[in-house]
């Protein structure tokens, strides 16, 4: 008998082993009370007419534009503010790192899906992207810390001068929709690990990007209104009132810390594959920068 329980325990034992040590709740079916929207990508025909858009959603009226910001950029503020005064740092820095023309060729010269390019025109839709020469997928700031690298640079991804080069180079899609391709390759896969992370609970309140981000549109936490994942991407880097210049990234990290885990660092691949999952949720929306948020 005793044998025959040392068996078991052999024979099971390999299956425990195997176990995530995490729990994982599959995609949440996502109700945009929309109708038709039950796709996850290509949602800009639904979220840019309001008339389409229940405000219940925001909680209360006058938090519909947080919620639903989508439809009213671009330009959202057209007032003077601190993303401006980024694009025009951004601007200054890029003339500098760009004197002998090497660094713009970096930023285009590996783009994809057309003919070769020498114009910064549409390059912020087309990321994130995989790199030949970084062998990943990346995101536009990280290329553009690696560019700066081989022109004796330090313009660390997450920082306000990376940012406010970020805005420079989007500037030049303004209006443009966001596209980029996760039918395959490298980005399917990076796409599917993002998904999967976004659903991922972890930390010490045993969350999910989802929990907030799906189960809880529309409500105030923190005096902040939790947005619908649709859209966000096309309006970063972004000036935030309370943080200042925003990436994408850093608000990646500062919803980590919401979550009770460790912040990453920008340019983790975790990070790069929810940044990949949020922007092919954001395909179709108009590049809109400079833009701000409260
Ligand atoms: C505890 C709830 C909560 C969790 C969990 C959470 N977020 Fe957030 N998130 C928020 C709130 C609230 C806001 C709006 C913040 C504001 O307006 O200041 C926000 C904002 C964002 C934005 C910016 C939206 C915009 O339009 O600018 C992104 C992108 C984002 N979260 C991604 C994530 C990702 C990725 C995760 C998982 C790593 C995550 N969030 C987890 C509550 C959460």
Not at 37 to 49: M, P, V
Not at 67 to 96: C, I, Q, S, V
Not at 136 to 152: S, T
Not at 166 to 183: C, E, F, Q, R, T
């Amino acid at each position: 008998m005793r044998i025959l329980i040392i068996m078991l325990a052999l024979f099971l034992l390999p299956a425990w082993a195997d176990e995530p040590h995490k729990e994982y709740t599959s995609a949440e079916p996502f109700l945009p009370h929309v109708s038709g929207d039950d796709h996850l990508t290509g949602t800009y025909r639904y979220w840019k007419d309001p008339k389409n858009l229940d405000m219940r959603l925001a909680g209360s009226p006058d938090q519909s534009w947080k919620l639903n910001w989508k439809h009213l950029d671009y330009p959202f503020n057209k007032e003077m503010h601190a993303g401006h005064l980024a694009l025009d740092r951004g601007l200054t820095l890029f003339n500098k790192l760009n004197r002998s023309g090497t660094f713009k060729n970096c930023l285009v010269m590996y783009r994809f899906n057309g003919p070769y390019e020498t114009s910064l025109r549409g390059l912020r839709t087309h990321y994130p992207a995989f790199r030949t020469d970084l062998g990943r997928v990346v995101g536009l700031e990280e290329v553009i810390e690696h560019c700066a690298k081989l022109e004796g640079e330090v313009l660390q991804n997450g920082s306000y001068d990376n940012s406010a080069v970020s805005i420079y180079v989007a500037s030049h899609s303004l209006g443009m929709p966001i596209k980029i391709d996760v039918s395959s390759g490298p980005l399917r896969e990076s796409w599917r690990r993002g998904e999967r992370l976004f659903h991922q609970k972890v930390g010490r309140n045993n969350m999910s990007c989802a929990s907030c981000h799906v189960g809880r549109i529309g409500q105030s936490l923190r005096a902040t209104v939790v947005t619908s994942p649709y859209g966000d991407v096309a309006h970063y880097p972004v000036y935030r009132d309370r943080f200042g210049i925003t990436s994408l990234q850093v608000r990646f990290a500062q919803c980590s810390l919401d979550l009770g885990f460790n912040a990453l660092k920008p340019g983790s691949q975790a990070y790069n594959d929810l940044e990949v999952f949020l922007t092919a949720l954001t395909n179709g929306y108009p590049v809109s920068v400079p833009s701000e948020r409260p």
